[in-house]
């Protein structure tokens, strides 16, 4: 089973609707495909972990990568795993633009970062500990 972790940015940013949209899409298509994962936005910038067989992810990433909404597509870890971390969910959200999540325990400035390549890059444990931290408020 493989977990991929990528970052990319919207060609504009995205409102709630169309946030929604993306959302709807990606539960529909991804329970089928049993892909789990959560997805964050901020900023107009997107961070994404998906799970599943290795061939169904690596083909759902093409097509992400493909997608002209966005750009600076960029994979930050890509690992084998034994177990799902995000089992619960077809997808998982949190949009981290939304004035009530400052509200939210667990928000730091840590979250003033944007979702680019180059920050997690040198780190990619990071992006995967902040998505674990949003699964486990989720919860």
């Not at 892909?35 to 067989?53: S, W």
């Not at 083909?59 to 089992?87: C, G, M, T, W």
Request: glycine content about 6%.
């Amino acid at each position: 089973m493989l977990s991929l972790i990528y970052v990319s940015t919207s060609i504009k940013l995205l409102s709630n609707d169309e946030l929604l949209d993306i959302l709807k899409v990606s539960r529909e298509n991804n329970g089928s495909s049993e892909i789990t994962g959560l997805l964050l936005y901020k900023g107009g910038n997107f961070m994404q972990v998906l799970e599943g067989d290795d061939e169904t992810v690596t083909a759902l990433y093409e097509k992400i990568r493909n997608d002209p909404r966005h750009k600076d597509v960029s994979i930050i870890s890509k690992e084998q795993i034994q177990s799902r971390q995000f089992s619960e969910w077809g997808m998982a959200f949190q949009n981290l633009d939304n004035s009530d999540i400052k509200n939210e325990p667990g928000y730091s400035q840590f979250l003033h970062n944007e979702f680019t390549a180059e920050i997690y890059r040198k780190n990619p444990l990071r992006a995967y500990i902040m998505l674990l931290t949003f699964r486990d408020n989720m919860r």
